[in-house]
């Protein structure tokens, strides 16, 4: 579920009109390039979101096909128990991959690049399908189980490759738009995994394993389209001092017109970057005045994993099951889940630069909170209320559509944001390894939970969103219309001032705040 994009933001020569350094009339045009580049990246989101629902569906069928192969090697079944542990092992691989996939996604980038970095992960992509497709010929529910771990290693890279280059190829009038353009693709695959997994599709005893081998196809894709795509200026001037290959590459996005100004800005950061000292993972904690945007990026990341909206992804068939659905029309009713993820992104693009991520990401946070007690609810009055069971679905599609307004695009937006070039790539690490352990704990964790708490099995998500969006109402300032060299200035200027961070300059007190959402 990692934007860890080197976010470039306007800069403050374009946000106060300093003479001699112009953004140039093209900047903010659609071009052909452009959009190929975009299409290319965004086959990584895809693949992302495609792996984090396709598992939803096939739950059964995977459960029969492991009970199967045991009882051809040991002549005895599988219990009940161990098929949901086993099942939870297989769901919280996909996490623990991404884990180290996500945190080595910066060196990644920095060291193949962010166009064949992409590349070759793809590559790895297309290995992790043939083992999940071929497992059911070599009656092997550990290839499964490998495959998951191997293919979270390919979304856990593509969670910051993704990000990275759209950000990167961005101007910077549309930077907001194309930071949630990853989230629109990424639950535009979790919607495609779903509409697949029907019973009538992949979804059953004889086409399972297609269903997950066709993880391939976006790595294929990306590898057809992304040798005609370029590498990022931004990589091209700031890391590798290529800074006519990077004239040219800006000039193919924006349809010719001046870059000087996008140029100009590269050419500042890169001088900052070889002026700052690059900031290690240990340094947050000892610098004062990275240790509080590093906490604020981590409980982004933790509001949007721990509240509960992997189950849904995850486990939503046996949710809408236990609401009293039939087989059949909960493997259906899931597909709403992907729908609704879809249209809500669509809508966040054009806010995300207009009602800034501050708000929405909190309006978004309060919404779940209030759909989840009402989820508990409904669960909890399933056997006494009959119209419950219909209730209990539609308020957790009113989950999935306040996730989508802003916990679901923000947090991987936001890292970058409140970062300079120095601490970026490190606080990006930090940041997705946090989201995919986080996956990992309600993946392989909610079946445990879920048999002890029963019809309260939401409720500890309901109190962890409490937490958070007290704590963002808090501390998290709005970075909309505001460059990261002001962001980070800001930081500093409170290790120096010693100044509480709920300052006037972010007017981030608690009254202020509220007033604010």
Same mark, same amino acid.
């Given at each position: 579920m990692d934007s860890k994009a080197s976010n470039p933001g306007p800069s403050a020569a374009e946000e106060k009109g300093v003479p001699g350094i112009q953004s140039g009339p093209a900047q903010g045009k659609l071009t052909l390039r452009l959009v190929v580049a975009i299409c290319g990246a965004a086959m990584g989101s895809l693949q992302f979101g495609y792996n984090t629902g396709v598992i939803n569906a096939p739950e059964a069928r995977i459960k029969e096909f492991m009970n199967a192969t045991v009882m051809s090697r040991d002549g005895q079944e599988m219990d009940v128990d161990t098929q949901t542990n086993l099942f939870a092992v297989l769901v919280a691989a996909f996490a623990i991959g991404g884990a180290v996939g996500g945190l080595l996604a910066g060196l990644w980038a920095d060291y193949f690049g962010r166009k064949n970095g992409s590349l070759i992960n793809a590559v790895i992509g297309i290995g992790a399908a043939a083992l999940l497709y071929f497992s059911r010929m070599t009656a092997s529910y550990e290839m499964i189980i490998v495959g998951?771990?191997?293919?979270?290693?390919?979304?856990?890279?593509?969670?910051?490759?993704?990000?990275?280059?759209?950000?990167?190829?961005?101007?910077v009038n549309i930077r907001g738009a194309l930071g949630v353009l990853h989230q629109l693709f990424v639950v535009s695959g979790l919607l495609i995994s779903q509409i697949l997994g029907f019973p009538e599709i992949f979804g059953n005893n004889q086409?399972?394993?297609?269903?997950l081998g066709l993880t391939a196809l976006p790595c294929v894709l990306q590898l057809v389209v992304m040798p005609f795509c370029p590498e990022t200026p931004r990589y091209l001037l700031i890391t590798q001092g290529r800074e006519l290959d990077a004239r040219k590459v800006l000039e193919s996005l924006r349809g010719g017109g001046d870059v000087g100004g996008e140029i100009a800005e590269m050419k500042k950061e890169a001088e900052q970057a070889m002026g700052d000292a690059k900031i290690s993972a240990i340094m947050f904690v000892q610098e004062r005045s990275l240790r509080m945007p590093l906490i604020i990026s981590i409980v982004m990341h933790l509001s949007q994993q721990l509240s509960g909206i992997n189950v849904i992804f995850y486990y939503s068939g046996n949710l809408f099951k236990g609401a009293g659905l039939d087989e059949s029309?909960?493997?259906?009713?899931?597909?709403?889940?992907?729908?609704?993820? $879809? *249209? &809500?992104? /669509?809508?966040?693009?054009?806010?995300?630069?207009?009602?800034?991520?501050?708000?929405?990401? !909190? =309006?978004?946070?309060?919404?779940?909170?209030?759909?989840?007690?009402?989820?508990?609810?409904?669960?909890?009055?399933?056997?006494?209320?009959?119209?419950?069971?219909g209730a209990? $679905? *539609? &308020?957790? /599609?009113?989950?999935?559509?306040?996730?989508?307004?802003?916990?679901?695009?923000?947090?991987? !937006? =936001?890292?970058?944001?409140?970062?300079?070039?120095?601490?970026?790539?490190?606080?990006?690490?930090?940041?997705?390894?946090?989201?995919?352990?986080?996956?990992?704990?309600?993946?392989?964790?909610?079946?445990?939970?879920?048999?002890?708490?029963?019809?309260?099995?939401?409720?500890?998500?309901?109190? !962890?969103?409490?937490?958070?969006?007290?704590?963002?109402?808090?501390?998290?300032?709005?970075?909309?219309?505001?460059?990261?060299?002001?962001?980070?200035?800001?930081?500093?200027?409170d290790r120096i001032t010693g100044q509480s961070f709920r300052s006037e300059s972010y007017s981030v007190s608690f009254k202020k705040n509220t007033n604010a959402i």
């Open positions: 998951r771990l191997v293919v979270g290693f390919n979304c856990g890279l593509y969670t910051a490759l993704a990000p990275i280059y759209l950000s990167e190829i961005a101007s086409s399972w394993h297609v269903l029309t909960a493997t259906h009713a899931t597909s709403g889940v992907g729908a609704i993820m $879809v *249209a &809500m992104t /669509l809508v966040t693009i054009p806010l995300m630069d207009r009602v800034g991520r501050r708000s929405l990401h !909190l =309006i978004g946070l309060g919404g779940m909170i209030v759909s989840s007690i009402l989820i508990t609810v409904c669960l909890s009055l399933l056997d006494r209320v009959e119209w419950c069971n209990s $679905v *539609a &308020m957790a /599609l009113m989950f999935v559509v306040f996730f989508a307004l802003g916990p679901g695009s923000i947090p991987w !937006l =936001i890292v970058a944001e409140l970062f300079s070039q120095g601490a970026r790539s490190s606080a990006i690490s930090v940041s997705v390894l946090v989201n995919w352990v986080a996956n990992f704990c309600v993946g392989y964790g909610f079946p445990h939970m879920q048999k002890g708490l029963m019809s309260f099995s939401f409720l500890p998500f309901t109190v !962890l969103l409490v937490l958070f969006w007290i704590f963002l109402v808090m501390f998290l300032p709005e970075t909309k219309g505001r460059t990261i060299e002001e962001i980070s200035s800001e930081w500093k200027q």
